[in-house]
């Protein structure tokens, strides 16, 4: 199995920035970043490819051009930089992993390993 150790989040004003950072303990395809908010469903934030030298990413239509998911190979970790947040970017943000071939960011049972989450808040 793999695990995830997820760190960073926190509470900041809108317009303000945070950065998530999630180390993972075995080899995997992709890594990537969901969020939950009390009350609704698992959304896809952006997932990042790990298993090749080509770090393709993809991302939700809502956080694009405001967030940036990167990758370090040799630290085996994958961040998360979020720019001008809104209030709506306010939920608990959960590091995702798969070995699967292919993933889905609207589809959270493509990714077979998950993170405990780490609160983000933007008031």
């Known amino acids: 199995d793999v695990q995830l150790v997820e760190s960073g989040g926190g509470s900041v004003q809108a317009g303000g920035s945070l950065s998530l950072s999630c180390a993972a303990s075995?080899?995997?395809?992709?890594m990537g970043w969901f969020r939950q908010a009390p009350g609704k469903k698992r959304e896809g934030v952006a997932v990042?490819?790990?298993?090749?030298?080509?770090?393709?990413?993809y991302y939700a239509d809502s956080v694009k051009s405001r967030f940036t998911i990167s990758r370090d190979n040799a630290k085996n970790t994958v961040s998360l930089q979020m720019n001008s947040l809104e209030p709506e970017d306010t939920a608990t943000y959960l590091c995702?992993?798969?070995?699967?071939?292919?993933?889905?960011?609207?589809?959270?049972?493509?990714?077979?390993?998950w993170g405990q989450g780490t609160q983000v808040t933007v008031s």
């Open positions: 990042i490819r790990t298993g090749t030298p080509y770090p393709t990413t």
């Open positions: 995702a992993a798969s070995t699967r071939t292919s993933v889905d960011l609207g589809r959270p049972n493509t990714y077979n390993y």
């Open positions: 075995g080899a995997t395809r992709y």
